[in-house]
């Protein structure tokens, strides 16, 4: 069974930058979409971006478009999410989830990691 696990939050200025990490283990990321979501205090989870399972088709909600930038690494089985020009409104828990032989049209999540913290503050 897929698992995941987030890395790479922490505390950063505005107009800062991290990288975050979603690595998977005993299974191969290649089968499936990762979808990067995040949820502040008090508010929805939103999706933010989403790269497919073959293709290389990517997605950005408008709140990180021209921002945020997700990658895939096959040889590390794990997917990026390079966050620049980080705002405030960016504070949230940040998570990945995988979908199945997704092209990220859409999908059903089944698998998700644990979450990281990223926070934007001055």
């Known amino acids: 069974q897929l698992q995941l696990v987030e890395s790479g939050g922490g505390s950063v200025q505005p107009g800062g930058s991290l990288r975050l990490s979603c690595a998977a283990s005993?299974?191969?990321?290649?089968?499936?979409?990762i979808v990067w979501f995040r949820q502040a205090p008090g508010k929805e989870r939103e999706g933010i971006s989403c790269?497919?399972?073959?293709?290389?088709?990517?997605n950005y909600a408008d709140s990180v478009k021209g921002r945020f930038t997700i990658s895939r690494d096959t040889s590390e089985n794990t997917v990026y999410l390079q966050m620049n020009s980080l705002k405030p409104e960016d504070t949230a828990v940040y998570y990945c989830a995988a979908a199945p032989l997704s092209d990220c049209s859409n999908y059903d999540l089944r698998f998700w990691g644990q979450g990281t913290q990223v926070t934007v503050s001055s």
């Open positions: 790269i497919a399972y073959s293709g290389d088709r990517t």
């Open positions: 005993r299974s191969s990321l290649d089968y499936y979409a």
